[in-house]
């Protein structure tokens, strides 16, 4: 899987969560940027594990400082 398809996952599940417009949702923007709190970065990043039937742990994502950060990490763990 691409980090292209990967940050499609991702920007659905923010979509989702959020309530933002898609286009909203860039590679460069931390989920914080689109108004996410803790509990709603947890679940877009459980969601999107789910979604791409992976598990990674958490603290692997505590420097992820934008949404590219994100991606490349879950990209890491795909087998």
Do not use: C, H, Q, W
């Not at 899987?1 to 860039?26: H, S, Y």
């Not at 603290?59 to 400082?65: E, L, N």
Request: proline share 1%; net charge negative; no cysteine.
């Amino acid at each position: 899987m691409t980090k292209a398809e990967i940050f499609e996952v991702v920007k659905k599940n923010a979509v989702e969560i959020l309530d933002v417009d898609g286009a909203m949702v860039t590679i460069e923007k931390s989920l914080s940027d689109l108004g996410a709190n803790s509990v709603d970065r947890v679940e877009i990043v459980t969601l999107t594990m789910e979604d791409l039937g992976i598990k990674v742990p958490f603290m692997s994502f505590a420097a992820a400082a934008n949404i590219e950060d994100l991606v490349d990490v879950l990209s890491s763990n795909i087998r």
